[in-house]
């Protein structure tokens, strides 16, 4: 009962270096339409690189990046990123606007609604992370679980085929983690495709379809959360998630 | 005692004062709001223009930015003030026979406004999180929408304080124009109160100048306090409990 636009998204032979300092080395990475991957690894493997590489906000410097199948590489990149989603770990909020026109702003000037429409239409997403009463006050006087349910509900607004999550619950405090992961775990199984790179290992574990496991740059290990997590190959995964778990 | 009085009869002379009164408050109170005023808004303008290139991707841009303000920061009002209208009048004159000097006036005031307004803005632009303008992009927009809809605006809100500072300056720097010589009707509140001094040997006339620009300037500054005070407090600490936990997810589900 998919309600989504979902596509599915690959990254392919992904590099990307700032100077000398050689970020992503050929990564590959694939999502299903409708599935979840999530991407672990030590701080400083490039995981927030690949994510702003796979919308261009960064472009790389090789490799391909294909939504359902066709190349993106040639398309206006403001386009593209009207497509896929995105959420990051600061939330990002616009503190001048409420938090209704946080989430209209795009609907109004990107796809030409009507004020009121899009009002209507952000109040709706509003709904479905819980925070429709809050509409009319700004990020700063929300708490760091709400503003970050007014992202997400500022990325749906778009109706995205892909959403991408960069470390969404890591700003935040314990006790409000758990509300943020419920609702991408909604977003999840309700069929929406996304991109998880996250700390949560037991999100990871439970709601992801797909793991891969990135360090320097490069994937090491990849594959369904059951092998990832119990099945460890390498000795860099293993010492990971000792490190971790 | 004498050397009291003759102080207060130098500085307080009250009928000096009422004398000169009327025609600071109907000539030269609206001769510098105009100059002041008019040199703000257009300072204003291209000191954004100066900002946006300022902060821009495009090296040459910055460093026409750059070299621009560097002069205009750089060199004493008067000097500006002379040249462009002592140096332009002439040709002002022959182009559309105007001996007006407040048009190059106010464009001196603007070139030496736009500057200091266009570092104020720059600043400003630039104390916006890095995290903004790629939220902003990631919806969507272009680089210049985000720039206009998003950092911009946060931008001028974090400077106000200062943009009104600067326009104080204004109001005291569009003093500086009588040198470019003002018949009657054009002359602004120091050149009446300096006239007056001159014809009565008594300085009190300047000195109800000095007080009606602090009746232009006082309020600003308590303006500039309020606003200030009003963007701190204005995002207020008080935070509710998150009261979602069981909310959620409960509309994703349907």
């Known amino acids: ?245 | 005692m004498d050397a009291l009085d003759q102080l207060v009869k130098t500085f307080f002379d009250w009928e000096a004062m009422a004398a000169v009164l009327p025609k600071m408050i109907t000539v030269g109170l609206p001769n510098t709001l105009i100059l002041a005023v008019s040199a703000g808004v257009l300072g204003c303008i291209l000191g954004m223009v100066l900002a946006v290139m300022g902060t821009s991707r495009l090296t040459p841009l910055r460093w026409l930015s750059r070299i621009y303000t560097d002069i205009f920061r750089g060199v004493p009002a008067i000097v500006i003030i002379l040249l462009i209208g002592l140096g332009l009048g002439p040709v002002v004159r022959v182009t559309t026979g105007s001996t007006n000097p407040f048009p190059l006036a106010i464009f001196a005031l603007t070139l030496m406004a736009a500057a200091y307004i266009g570092e104020i803005f720059r600043s400003g632009i630039q104390s916006v999180e890095k995290g903004q303008l790629e939220a902003s992009r990631a919806l969507g927009f272009s680089y210049g929408s985000s720039m206009r809809l998003v950092v911009i605006p946060q931008g001028i809100r974090r400077v106000l304080p200062a943009l009104v500072n600067q326009f104080i300056a204004l109001i005291k720097d569009s003093s500086l124009i009588y040198l470019l010589g003002l018949i009657a009707s054009q002359r602004e509140i120091f050149r009446i109160g300096n006239d007056a001094a001159a014809n009565t040997g008594n300085l009190s006339p300047l000195v109800a100048a000095a007080f009606m620009y602090l009746l232009l300037t006082v309020p600003l500054t308590h303006l500039v306090n309020y606003i200030d005070n009003r963007l701190r407090t204005g995002r207020p600490e008080k935070r509710q409990p998150d009261d979602a936990a069981a909310l959620i997810g409960k509309g994703a589900q349907q």
């Open chain 1, 1 to 245: 009962m998919s309600e989504f636009a979902a596509g599915s998204l690959t990254g392919k032979n992904l590099h990307l270096s700032f100077g000398s300092n050689h970020v992503l080395r050929g990564i590959d990475l694939h999502v299903e339409q409708g599935t979840t991957a999530s991407v672990i690894g030590p701080s400083g493997s490039g995981k927030s690189t690949l994510l702003r590489v796979m919308n261009r906000l960064i472009e790389p410097d090789q490799g391909d990046i294909l939504l359902d199948g066709r190349s993106v590489l040639k398309d206006n990149p403001d386009e593209l990123r009207q497509r896929i989603g995105m959420v990051f770990q600061q939330f990002n909020l616009f503190p001048h606007k409420t938090v209704a026109e946080n989430v209209s702003l795009a609907l109004r000037k990107l796809r030409k609604l009507p004020a009121e429409q899009a009002r209507a239409e952000a109040l709706e997403q509003l709904d479905l992370v819980g925070l429709r009463h809050k509409a009319d006050a700004r990020p700063a006087n929300l708490s760091g679980g709400q503003q970050q349910r007014v992202a997400i509900a500022r990325a749906l607004a778009m109706k995205p085929e892909v959403m991408f999550f960069d470390e969404a619950t890591s700003a935040l405090d314990p006790e409000l983690v758990k509300g943020v992961l419920a609702l991408m775990t909604d977003l999840a199984r309700d069929g929406m495709t996304m991109v998880v790179v996250t700390h949560e290992m037991g999100f990871s574990r439970n709601v992801s379809d797909t793991v891969t496991f990135m360090d320097g740059g490069v994937v090491v290990e990849s594959g369904p959360p059951e092998q990832i997590f119990t099945d460890p190959q390498t000795e860099r995964l293993q010492g990971f998630l000792s490190d971790v778990l």
